[in-house]
T-cell receptor, first 111, second 117 residues
């Protein structure tokens, strides 16, 4: 059974810092891995999807990497802004198209 | 990417009653998923709903408590039956779109925030 862990659970940084969010998974037989953003009380917004054959994906200030062999993914946020404050979730996609979510990282970017 | 809407966006219900949540997608999709997010927790899959067949429920979730309908390729409903305060959660529907061989990306609706008193 796939298990996904995210570290840290919470993170507070001053505006402008570069930061890294970590995601680890136990079953490396994934089809892809997705990173989502969730604002308080809201649904999920898909940020990046990394296919199992890829090592990284970039979108604007976001860069996600994937190392299947070690069961790890990272989300790098450059030049953080207060508007980046949200919970960031990673989810591993295994056979059956079922997503297994990590517990999330609550990010606060202070002005 | 698929655009998903949910109704209601939020509701406050009394224990013992039932609530039906609707999920509408702007394109035809094969698989739809229903998730629950309890306060302060991550998402847990309730069931997978395919059009024309019964929903497949994950461990810990049963049809009597969470009946699901999937009448066509753009719509699904989830009912939370005989509610108790423990059912207070955000309920989210999602759909998947194929992005490559054996690879799918999931998109989520805005969620329904349910409070049971």
């Amino acid at each position: 059974k796939q298990e996904v862990t995210q570290i840290p659970a919470a993170l507070s940084v001053p505006e402008g810092e570069n930061l890294v969010l970590n995601c680890s998974f136990t079953d490396s037989a994934i089809y892809n891995l997705q990173w989502f953003r969730q604002d308080p009380g809201k649904g999920l917004t898909s940020l990046l999807l990394i296919q199992s054959s890829q090592r990284e994906q970039t979108s604007g200030r976001l860069n996600a990497s994937l190392d299947k062999s070690s069961g790890r993914s990272t989300l790098y946020i450059a030049a953080s802004q207060p508007g980046d404050s949200a919970t960031y979730l990673c989810a591993a996609n295994n056979a059956g198209n079922m997503l297994t979510f990590g517990g999330g990282t609550r990010l606060m970017v202070k002005p | 990417s698929a655009v998903i809407s949910q109704k209601p966006s939020r509701d406050i219900c009394q224990r013992g009653t039932s609530l039906t949540i609707q999920c509408q997608v702007d394109s035809q999709v094969t698989m739809m998923f229903w998730y629950r997010q309890q306060p302060g927790q991550s998402l847990t899959l309730i069931a997978t709903a395919n059009q024309g067949s019964e929903a497949t429920y994950e461990s810990g979730f049963v049809i009597d408590k969470f009946p699901i309908s999937r009448p066509n390729l753009t719509f699904s409903t989830l009912t939370v039956s005989n509610m108790s305060p423990e059912d207070s959660s955000i309920y989210l529907c999602s759909v998947e779109e194929m992005t490559g061989p054996f690879s799918y990306e999931q998109y989520f609706g805005p969620g329904t925030r349910l409070t049971v008193t």
